[in-house]
């Protein structure tokens, strides 16, 4: 399969302190990888890195056969194509679900502001929040916050998905609802990079488990063989952690 | 809760409580009903000199007779018309702005800023069109305190609002342009301003050119309150979380975009408080170009009360003043809180 995300011999500092070691990953099309590690691990920069939300300085990232460098044009052109979804949410606070799903579509992709509606009705379906469009972000609660997020971002209609540890700031009781829309997403064939905790998300629907521990990839395998045998010391110790 | 149980709470809970409210009364005693004599019942109200009043308490003749020059200042009479007729306009459309939908909302809005300044300073100029031109020298009184503040206040806020996002900007040239541009103009008083755009200003024109007094006036005041502004507007822009920035990034959004639609609007509304705080501060301030010889309303009473048949009445002219000005900045800082619970939108 071609792949759509490359990134080679990447390396990344902030400062004096190194947090991406000539990082080697490749991701084909409609493929789902999972990252996983100790926090301080880089695997949130690693991501961030993909759409230029951080600069790496040395190595290159390819992403859908354009090479990200300073060019503002590339940067722009990758960003509307790669989707993001945020820890914190982020949503636009001072503008209604609707608003924020409807705002890239239209001032962006130049869409009018009907067909924008139209394609954030289909995907605030999709995750089942449609009766909450007319509402603020404030007025909702966080898993209906992170769901109203991935919509936001599928409204670009992206090849790609970035997920930067997308529950990990919500009440045990909302996770469940945001992994469904996720794997029901993953289920469509959307390429994905999920940087999260939530093995059992990783094990239904990864097709490879990626292991960063100090900036570097320890392990990277097909998600059978990343819980059934693990090679590394680290990998293993980290998996007897959060699995139990 | 009963006015008997209340007033126990509130006045008289304890023994300093009850001395300190019988201390209050005493001086309200003392001061308000011998100001009450003076403003209405001693007051003479209506005549046509100075000779009309009682001379106990104040004598208003000398605001009615003189309310005309305080409102316009020397501006000729048969052409006071043409402030009526553009002071209307204004506040018909500031008026109607409360009543109409969002789309007539916008076309009101863009009239206020674009087409009426235009149009304003037309009215008030004239020379075109068979209307009379009156120069800027005779404007003067409440009419130019608002053409001075209105115009300030129009075009300090989008340049403050750049100054803000280029104190912020990641390159430099744009950084240190910005801080020095603002570092400077808070650095000097405001009078000192006004002195170097009447005095100076001309020097470093071409001869043979002369620009207004007022565009000069109008020009120093705003760059100087632009620089005040773009602080307060700083402070909101610093108060948005870097995850907005990320997501309108990430969005596809570049610098312009994501500041337009995602990081100003949320900025601004943080800073609704300061940024009337300013407004209502310059609009205080104009009387300071009394100093390059310009008189708005305080300049027009400072006149009035030096005229020999209405010596002795500085009291009525700063009373008058007083409550005007109080009328306007208090309308602001209603205003600007209305402004404030409307956009509210999040809990």
Partial sequence: MQSIIELKNVNKWFGEFQVLKDINLQVSQKEKIVICGPSGSGKSTLIRCINRLEEH?????????ITLDANTKNIEKIRSEVGMVFQQFNLFPHLTILDNCTLAPIWVKKKTKKEAEEIATKYLEKVQIIDQAKKFPGQLS??????????????MEPNIMLFDEPTSALDPEMIKEVLDVMVDLANGGMTMCVVTHEMGFAKEVADRVIFMDEGKIVEEKPTQQFFNNPENERTKLFLSQILN | MNLVNWTRKNLFSNWHDTLLTFIILFLFYISIPPLLSWMFFDAT??????????????????????????????????QIWRIDLAFIIFFFVI???????????????????????FLAIFLFHGGLFGLEEVETRVWGG??????????????????????????????PVIRYFSIGFIELWRGVPLITVLFMAAVMFPVFLPSGTNLD??????????????????????GGLQAIPKGQYDAANSLGMGYWKSHILIILPQALKIVIPGVANTFIALFKD?????VVGLMELLGMVNMAKTNPAWLGLATEGYVFAAIVYFIFCFAMSRYSLRL????????
């Fill in chain 1, 57 to 65: 300085q040395k190595g290159d990232i390819i992403v859908d056969g």
């Fill in chain 1, 142 to 155: 966080g898993g209906q916050q992170q769901r109203a997020a991935i919509a936001r971002a599928l409204c």
């Fill in chain 2, 45 to 78: 109200f209506f005549g046509t000199s100075k000779k009309d009043c009682s001379g106990t308490g104040a004598c208003w003749v000398f605001i009615q007779v003189w309310l005309k020059r305080f409102t316009y200042g020397m501006y000729p009479n048969d």
């Fill in chain 2, 95 to 117: 008026g109607a702005y409360f009543f109409v939908n969002t789309k007539i909302k916008k076309i009101l809005f863009i009239f206020l800023t674009i087409i009426f300044p």
């Fill in chain 2, 142 to 171: 409440l009419f130019l305190t608002l053409f001075i503040s209105v115009f300030s206040i129009i075009f300090c806020f989008p340049i403050g609002v750049l100054l803000a996002m280029g104190r912020r900007s990641k390159l």
């Fill in chain 2, 213 to 234: 007094k007022l565009v000069r006036v109008i020009i120093a005041i705003t760059l100087f309150e632009s620089a005040y502004i773009a602080e307060v507007i700083r």
């Fill in chain 2, 286 to 290: 104009t009387p300071l170009i009394l």
């Fill in chain 2, 340 to 347: 404030e619970k409307q956009l509210k939108t999040s809990n």
